[in-house]
């Protein structure tokens, strides 16, 4: 049995990366350590993690924000963040071990004198343990913290250590366009080596955008027609019936297209048309990444308004409830020009997909939330059976759901039971949740082990950032330069009717 499992490894050089070694002691610091994502996402992440065993047995975290509170009054902060957001109801136990780890220091980000301090902590640490552990940082602060931040760690002489990993996660946006995407890296180069970083997107710690490299490299029947000679186009869903909440601050400078295209969609394009790697080495993964992106022609000006339609919220029903429109939202300016809705036609210029139009699409306030890639291919290229019986006949598609729902399905055309050779399609479907009974963990647990480990093959490189904002840029210039206002959408709807123009004809964007 081992000779096989050997053999196996040695003949496919992709199950190497699926080897994961212990994580390694460590201490994690998190900066915006009171905010939003450490007690919704961060935290509960960590506890979860705690649970399963995942954490390593040396294992700190400090936390980091201006407000003063002593290491109590921070852990009373996270056991309720804990028990408010864990996936799992938490065990008082392993709640209350986790706990004991926490330490809590406050200074303003840019103060030089508070990151002494925090060093002062991390080095107590390392001598209670009687070994330096590894330091990541984890920036989930507002983003105009992040370079002040990272210049403030390696004036403190603490963006690398001699006998230990030093290594830095930082959460999304990074940057708002090109520009500044560059500016904020930069810093990022002048303070850490590329291997130190970690750029988060959190849906590539989602299970099932894993899932959608598995199914191509773990199988041998969709190879064949993976490419323009089969494909006759591909739909790129991320669709949420939330609104704004209380973000507004942050979202009318944003919008869709950078909210969501510009990272997690583009990052599901990528996995969905990227080459096979010669392994799951972070490197070799990222290598094909960049090269989809690249291979996206930025628009010209004159080419936006023809392959890209945005749109926004008006007031409507969801849910059974009266939800006010975008401009209405709290916090929303009352000229707002921002969008909540983005559709995109988009073209890999390569020799497998040149011709394949990719269509995005993502919005607020729509009928549903789910979040797909759809994949349908050419019909077929002769209907042997009489006009009347092949009307249900369909072009195969097959679905990729990573959320709600998660699963695979593929449609086909069937025989209808009966005398007459009447077809219909029917759907082959496989369900993450009657499959695997086991629950899946959440992004950020993933995301931070990896980071733990140093493994970033999850996480995106400079490159990749570099390429994602070179096809957001040009649209974002010519929306603005547009005196144009993004086109109504009803709230609980499929969003705005001039999205249907984008497909061409015959095509249909899947109901929500
Ligand atoms: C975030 C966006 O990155 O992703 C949010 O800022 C969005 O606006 C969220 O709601 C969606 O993530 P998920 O995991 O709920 O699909």
Not at 17 to 26: I, K, Q
Not at 309 to 324: A, L, M, S
Not at 348 to 366: D, E, M, Q, S
Request: net charge negative; charged share 25%.
């Amino acid at each position: 049995m081992a000779v096989a499992v050997e053999s196996l490894t040695e003949v496919n050089p992709l199950a190497l990366g699926l080897e994961r070694g212990p994580v390694p002691p460590t201490t994690l610091t998190i900066f915006g350590a009171s905010g939003d994502l450490a007690r919704r996402k961060l935290l509960p992440a960590l506890y979860n993690l705690a649970h399963d065993g995942a954490l390593p047995a040396r294992f700190n975290l400090v936390g980091i924000s201006r407000a003063e509170m002593s290491d109590d009054e921070y852990r009373r902060f996270a056991r309720e963040a804990i028990v408010s957001f864990s996936r799992r109801p938490p065990d008082t136990q392993v709640l209350e071990g986790l706990l004991t780890r926490l330490r809590y220091v406050a200074f303003g980000f840019d103060e030089q004198e508070g990151y002494g301090r925090l060093d002062g902590v991390i080095s107590e640490l390392d001598a209670e343990a009687g070994l330096p552990l590894n330091r990541v940082y984890y920036l989930s602060t507002a983003p105009a913290f992040f370079g002040v931040i990272m210049e403030r760690l390696k004036a403190a002489g603490m963006n690398h250590h001699r006998e230990t990993d030093v290594r830095i996660i930082i959460e999304k946006p990074f940057g708002s366009d090109l520009a500044s995407a560059r500016a904020l890296q930069a810093i990022v180069s002048t303070s850490f080596r590329e291997r130190q970083v970690f750029r988060i997107d959190h849906y590539l710690g989602k299970e099932t955008v894993q899932n959608v490299l598995a199914f191509r490299f773990a199988n041998y029947l969709f190879e064949p027609v993976w490419n323009r000679n089969y494909i006759d186009h591909v739909q790129i869903t991320a669709a949420e019936d939330l609104g704004i909440g209380t973000r507004a601050g942050y979202y009318d400078s944003s919008g869709a297209l950078r909210d969501l295209v510009q990272n997690h969609m583009l990052q599901l394009l990528t996995l969905l048309c990227m080459e096979p790697p010669a392994s799951f080495d972070a490197d070799k993964v990222r290598d094909e990444k960049v090269k989809v992106l690249e291979a996206i022609r930025p628009f010209r000006p004159e080419e936006v308004a023809l392959n890209t339609v945005r749109g926004r919220y008006t007031d409507g029903v969801i849910g059974g409830e009266r939800v006010p429109g975008y401009l209405d939202e709290d916090g929303v300016p009352e000229h707002s020009g921002t969008e909540t809705y983005a559709a995109l036609r988009l073209e890999v210029h390569n020799w497998r997909w040149a011709g394949v139009p990719i269509f995005l699409r993502t919005g607020k306030r729509l009928a549903r939330k789910v979040t797909e890639i759809a994949v349908t291919l050419k019909p077929v290229p002769h209907m042997a059976f009489q006009n009347a019986d092949s009307a249900g006949v369909q072009p195969n598609q097959l679905v990729l759901t990573v959320q709600p729902n998660e699963g695979v399905s593929i449609s086909l055309g069937a025989k209808v039971p009966g005398t007459r050779m009447s077809i219909r399609p029917v759907n082959m479907e496989f369900l993450y949740g009657t499959t695997f009974l086991s629950e899946s963990p959440e992004a950020y647990e993933r995301l931070i082990t990896d980071a733990m480990r140093g493994d970033a093959t999850l996480f995106t490189r400079n490159d990749e950032v570099d390429a994602q904002w070179s096809i957001i840029d040009p649209i974002l210039a010519a929306w603005r330069a547009s005196e144009v206002n993004p086109a109504p959408y009803e709230a609980g709807s499929e969003g705005p009717e001039e999205a249907q123009g984008l497909l061409g004809a015959g095509r249909h964007w899947r109901t929500l």
